[in-house]
């Protein structure tokens, strides 16, 4: 079966930059993914690795080593409104099939 | 619509009775899930559909737990005789068939 483990709680200071981790266990992979969630809101897509490396959107990064069944979630100049609880995702039984979550971590952003 | 759409928004309910909790995802998207979440848990998955079969039903606690998907669209998730440990936000998300998701906004269960 699927299985990740990313950490249940961060702290930063606003600006600072901050690094969330995942590492996975899957039967078959078909790519690592990043979701954001506000106290309160719905869950939000950030993004999405299929293939080694980093990807960049704006303030948010997202890294992918297979070979270590490892991916990482970058935020760069944290802001306030950062703070949420971010879910890293691996897909169950094939390319067309259902996320798995973790469990999540809680970012804090102080001033 | 233009987006994943949930109702009710709240749904409170005395135990033992049962619920049914609505989705109407975003037009055109092939694939649809149900998950819950208990309060600052994570997502648990239940089900999900292609079309309107629904390959996986593995992640359904219990047979009180059910769920349709009719005409590729709407799906209805439906709880019988409900319990107190049924109790959580219920989130619906669509996307096309290896795409991100969109959730919606939830349902929250509260049962009495």
């Known amino acids: 079966g699927q299985s990740l483990e990313q950490p249940s709680e961060v702290t930063a200071v606003e600006g600072a930059i901050v690094q969330i981790n995942c590492t996975y266990q899957?039967?078959?992979?078909?790519?690592l993914s990043w979701y954001q969630q506000h106290d309160g809101g719905a869950p939000t897509f950030l993004s999405y690795?299929?293939?080694?490396g980093l990807e960049e959107t704006g303030r948010f990064s997202s890294f992918l080593s297979r070979s270590d069944s490892y991916g990482y979630l970058l935020l760069q100049e944290l802001q306030m409104k950062d703070s949420a609880s971010y879910f890293c995702?691996?897909?169950?039984?094939?390319?067309?099939?259902?996320?798995?979550f973790g469990k999540g971590t809680k970012l804090s952003v102080k001033p | 619509g233009a987006g994943v759409s949930q109702s009710p928004s709240n749904k409170v309910t005395e135990k033992g009775k049962d619920v049914e909790l609505r989705c109407d995802p975003i037009?055109?998207?092939?694939?649809l899930y149900w998950y819950r979440q208990s309060l600052g848990q994570g997502l648990e998955f239940l089900i999900y559909?292609?079309?309107?079969?629904?390959?996986?039903k593995s992640g359904l606690p219990s047979d009180r737990f059910s769920a349709e998907r009719t005409g590729g669209s709407v799906s209805t998730l439906t709880i019988q005789r409900t319990q107190q440990e049924d109790s959580a936000v219920y989130l619906c998300?669509?996307?096309?068939?290896?795409?991100?998701?969109?959730f919606g906004s939830g349902t929250r269960l509260t049962v009495v």
């Open positions: 998300a669509s996307s096309f068939p290896t795409g991100g998701y969109t």
């Open positions: 899957t039967s078959g992979f078909y790519g």
């Open positions: 690795n299929a293939l080694d």
């Open positions: 995702a691996v897909r169950n039984g094939g390319s067309q099939g259902n996320l798995i």
């Open positions: 037009s055109g998207h092939t694939a």
């Open positions: 559909f292609q079309g309107n079969s629904a390959p996986d």
